[in-house]
Protein backbone atom coordinates (compact mmCIF):
# COMPACT_ATOMS: atom_id res chain seq x y z
CA UNK A 1 0.00 0.00 0.00
CA UNK A 2 1.45 3.25 -1.36
CA UNK A 3 1.30 6.40 0.97
CA UNK A 4 -1.17 8.40 -1.28
CA UNK A 5 -3.44 5.31 -0.86
CA UNK A 6 -2.94 5.56 3.25
CA UNK A 7 -3.19 9.10 3.22
CA UNK A 8 -6.80 8.43 1.59
CA UNK A 9 -7.36 5.99 3.63
CA UNK A 10 -7.04 8.08 6.60
CA UNK A 11 -9.44 10.96 5.30
CA UNK A 12 -12.12 8.69 4.33
CA UNK A 13 -12.20 7.03 8.19
CA UNK A 14 -11.85 10.33 9.95
CA UNK A 15 -15.11 11.02 7.51
CA UNK A 16 -17.05 8.47 8.57
CA UNK A 17 -16.21 8.86 12.33
CA UNK A 18 -17.07 12.16 11.89
CA UNK A 19 -20.91 11.39 10.26
CA UNK A 20 -21.14 8.92 13.52
CA UNK A 21 -20.85 11.21 16.05
CA UNK A 22 -23.41 13.40 14.35
CA UNK A 23 -25.74 10.69 14.10
CA UNK A 24 -25.64 10.05 17.86
CA UNK A 25 -25.45 13.60 18.65
CA UNK A 26 -28.95 14.01 16.74
CA UNK A 27 -30.46 10.45 18.43
CA UNK A 28 -29.80 11.47 21.53
CA UNK A 29 -31.27 15.26 21.47
CA UNK A 30 -34.28 13.79 19.48
CA UNK A 31 -33.14 16.77 16.21
CA UNK A 32 -35.23 16.75 13.06
CA UNK A 33 -32.20 17.85 10.48
CA UNK A 34 -28.13 18.04 10.35
CA UNK A 35 -26.22 21.39 11.14
CA UNK A 36 -25.23 22.92 8.15
CA UNK A 37 -21.98 23.91 9.16
CA UNK A 38 -20.57 22.64 12.96
CA UNK A 39 -22.53 23.06 15.80
CA UNK A 40 -25.08 20.90 17.56
CA UNK A 41 -28.15 20.39 15.52
CA UNK A 42 -31.89 21.76 16.79
CA UNK A 43 -35.16 20.33 16.77
CA UNK A 44 -37.71 22.38 14.80
CA UNK A 45 -41.23 23.20 16.79
CA UNK A 46 -43.77 22.39 14.77
CA UNK A 47 -46.12 25.41 14.20
CA UNK A 48 -49.69 24.43 13.90
CA UNK A 49 -52.29 26.62 13.23
CA UNK A 50 -53.91 28.40 15.89
CA UNK A 51 -57.31 27.72 17.66
CA UNK A 52 -60.00 29.87 15.86
CA UNK A 53 -62.36 31.01 19.00
CA UNK A 54 -64.21 34.01 17.32
CA UNK A 55 -67.63 33.69 16.28
CA UNK A 56 -68.06 37.14 15.32
CA UNK A 57 -68.37 38.13 11.38
CA UNK A 58 -68.02 41.71 9.79
CA UNK A 59 -70.17 41.48 6.43
CA UNK A 60 -69.57 44.83 4.34
CA UNK A 61 -71.02 45.54 1.30
CA UNK A 62 -74.12 44.27 1.94
CA UNK A 63 -77.07 45.06 -0.72
CA UNK A 64 -79.87 46.88 -0.67
CA UNK A 65 -83.35 44.62 0.24
CA UNK A 66 -80.84 41.62 1.64
CA UNK A 67 -81.97 42.92 5.65
CA UNK A 68 -82.14 41.07 8.68
CA UNK A 69 -85.16 38.68 8.16
CA UNK A 70 -83.27 38.03 4.70
CA UNK A 71 -79.60 37.37 6.16
CA UNK A 72 -80.86 35.18 8.96
CA UNK A 73 -82.54 32.84 5.97
CA UNK A 74 -79.65 32.74 4.59
CA UNK A 75 -76.87 32.29 6.71
CA UNK A 76 -78.64 29.71 9.40
CA UNK A 77 -77.89 27.07 6.16
CA UNK A 78 -74.36 27.00 7.54
CA UNK A 79 -75.43 26.66 11.57
CA UNK A 80 -77.43 28.33 14.47
CA UNK A 81 -77.05 32.43 14.02
CA UNK A 82 -76.88 33.97 17.84
CA UNK A 83 -77.83 37.09 16.93
CA UNK A 84 -77.39 39.75 13.96
CA UNK A 85 -77.03 43.81 13.40
CA UNK A 86 -77.35 45.74 10.67
CA UNK A 87 -76.02 49.48 11.03
CA UNK A 88 -78.79 52.17 10.25
CA UNK A 89 -79.10 55.53 10.41
CA UNK A 90 -81.09 56.77 13.33
CA UNK A 91 -83.02 59.43 11.37
CA UNK A 92 -84.03 57.63 8.38
CA UNK A 93 -83.74 53.87 9.44
CA UNK A 94 -81.93 53.17 6.15
CA UNK A 95 -79.39 50.61 5.65
CA UNK A 96 -75.59 51.22 6.24
CA UNK A 97 -74.55 48.48 3.86
CA UNK A 98 -72.56 46.40 6.68
CA UNK A 99 -73.45 44.87 9.72
CA UNK A 100 -72.40 42.48 12.39
CA UNK A 101 -73.41 38.10 12.45
CA UNK A 102 -72.65 36.34 15.83
CA UNK A 103 -72.77 31.84 15.61
CA UNK A 104 -72.51 30.06 18.32
CA UNK A 105 -69.96 27.43 16.86
CA UNK A 106 -66.74 29.12 16.28
CA UNK A 107 -65.53 26.94 13.21
CA UNK A 108 -69.01 27.34 11.63
CA UNK A 109 -67.57 31.27 11.84
CA UNK A 110 -64.25 30.37 10.13
CA UNK A 111 -65.78 28.43 7.34
CA UNK A 112 -68.30 31.15 6.36
CA UNK A 113 -65.28 33.81 6.61
CA UNK A 114 -63.24 31.03 4.47
CA UNK A 115 -65.76 30.57 1.87
CA UNK A 116 -68.00 33.33 1.70
CA UNK A 117 -65.26 36.14 1.48
CA UNK A 118 -66.35 37.92 -1.47
CA UNK A 119 -69.44 35.92 -2.26
CA UNK A 120 -71.36 37.69 -5.59
CA UNK A 121 -75.24 38.85 -3.68
CA UNK A 122 -77.16 41.00 -6.00
CA UNK A 123 -74.15 42.61 -8.01
CA UNK A 124 -72.44 43.34 -4.84
CA UNK A 125 -69.38 41.06 -3.25
CA UNK A 126 -69.94 40.30 0.09
CA UNK A 127 -66.89 41.45 2.60
CA UNK A 128 -66.87 38.95 5.38
CA UNK A 129 -64.24 38.96 8.15
CA UNK A 130 -63.93 37.51 11.43
CA UNK A 131 -63.20 39.64 14.40
CA UNK A 132 -60.99 38.46 17.03
CA UNK A 133 -62.78 38.79 20.89
CA UNK A 134 -60.16 41.29 22.06
CA UNK A 135 -61.68 43.61 19.36
CA UNK A 136 -65.46 43.25 19.70
CA UNK A 137 -66.95 46.80 21.43
CA UNK A 138 -68.55 46.43 24.44
CA UNK A 139 -71.47 48.35 22.84
CA UNK A 140 -71.68 46.62 19.88
CA UNK A 141 -74.95 44.81 20.50
CA UNK A 142 -77.07 48.26 21.90
CA UNK A 143 -79.97 48.54 20.72
CA UNK A 144 -79.86 45.50 18.71
CA UNK A 145 -84.12 44.61 19.35
CA UNK A 146 -84.75 48.03 18.97
CA UNK A 147 -86.66 49.11 15.75
CA UNK A 148 -85.69 52.87 14.18
CA UNK A 149 -89.06 54.22 13.04
CA UNK A 150 -88.26 56.86 10.32
CA UNK A 151 -88.66 60.40 10.80
CA UNK A 152 -91.53 61.59 8.82
CA UNK A 153 -89.99 64.50 7.28
CA UNK A 154 -93.48 65.86 5.54
CA UNK A 155 -95.30 65.88 9.09
CA UNK A 156 -92.18 68.17 10.84
CA UNK A 157 -92.35 70.84 8.02
CA UNK A 158 -96.09 70.70 8.20
CA UNK A 159 -96.62 71.07 12.32
CA UNK A 160 -93.66 73.94 11.33
CA UNK A 161 -96.10 76.18 8.67
CA UNK A 162 -98.93 75.74 10.14
CA UNK A 163 -97.84 76.23 14.11
CA UNK A 164 -99.30 79.19 15.60
CA UNK A 165 -96.92 82.47 15.62
CA UNK A 166 -96.69 85.68 17.63
CA UNK A 167 -97.11 89.22 15.97
CA UNK A 168 -92.88 89.04 15.64
CA UNK A 169 -92.40 85.98 14.09
CA UNK A 170 -95.45 86.70 11.97
CA UNK A 171 -93.06 90.05 10.57
CA UNK A 172 -89.97 87.91 10.67
CA UNK A 173 -91.80 85.22 8.12
CA UNK A 174 -92.98 87.91 5.94
CA UNK A 175 -89.74 90.19 5.56
CA UNK A 176 -88.11 86.81 4.72
CA UNK A 177 -90.22 86.50 1.65
CA UNK A 178 -90.27 89.74 0.86
CA UNK A 179 -86.10 89.61 0.70
CA UNK A 180 -86.47 86.66 -1.76
CA UNK A 181 -89.15 88.04 -3.79
CA UNK A 182 -86.68 90.98 -4.02
CA UNK A 183 -83.48 89.18 -5.55
CA UNK A 184 -86.02 87.06 -7.75
CA UNK A 185 -87.08 90.40 -9.10
CA UNK A 186 -83.07 91.57 -9.85
CA UNK A 187 -82.46 87.94 -11.39
CA UNK A 188 -85.11 88.46 -13.90
CA UNK A 189 -84.18 92.08 -14.47
CA UNK A 190 -80.75 90.90 -15.35
CA UNK A 191 -81.97 88.46 -17.68
CA UNK A 192 -83.22 90.56 -20.05
CA UNK A 193 -86.87 89.35 -19.20
CA UNK A 194 -89.61 92.38 -19.59
CA UNK A 195 -92.07 90.96 -17.10
CA UNK A 196 -94.18 93.03 -14.05
CA UNK A 197 -93.89 90.66 -10.85
CA UNK A 198 -97.42 90.97 -9.21
CA UNK A 199 -97.15 92.58 -5.83
CA UNK A 200 -97.44 90.42 -2.60
CA UNK A 201 -100.67 90.50 -0.90
CA UNK A 202 -100.25 91.33 2.79
CA UNK A 203 -96.67 92.82 2.41
CA UNK A 204 -97.60 96.09 4.31
CA UNK A 205 -98.54 95.29 7.61
CA UNK A 206 -100.83 96.60 10.38
CA UNK A 207 -99.52 98.60 13.69
CA UNK A 208 -100.67 97.56 16.70
CA UNK A 209 -102.89 99.70 18.18
CA UNK A 210 -102.37 100.91 21.48
CA UNK A 211 -105.25 101.31 23.78
CA UNK A 212 -105.35 103.95 26.35
CA UNK A 213 -107.58 103.33 29.60
CA UNK A 214 -108.60 106.09 31.41
CA UNK A 215 -109.61 106.20 35.25
CA UNK A 216 -113.29 107.59 35.48
CA UNK A 217 -113.18 110.56 37.55
CA UNK A 218 -115.71 111.41 39.71
Known sequence: MGAKEKKALKKSLKKASAQQAIIATREDKDVEFLPLVGGPGKKIVESGEPVNKSTLLYIGHIPHGFYEEQMEGFFKQFGTVK????????????????????????????VVADEMNNYLLFEHNLQIQLVPPEKVHPKLWKRVNRTIEPVNF???????????????EH???????????EKRRERIKEA????????????????AKKIKFTEDQD
Not at 171 to 181: E, G, Y
Not at 192 to 207: A, F, L, N, S, T
Open 171 to 181: QKMVQAILKRD
Open 154 to 168: VEVARRRHNKERTLQ
Open 192 to 207: GIDYECPEIIGKIQPK
Open 83 to 110: RLKIARNRKTGKSKHYGFLEFINPEVAK
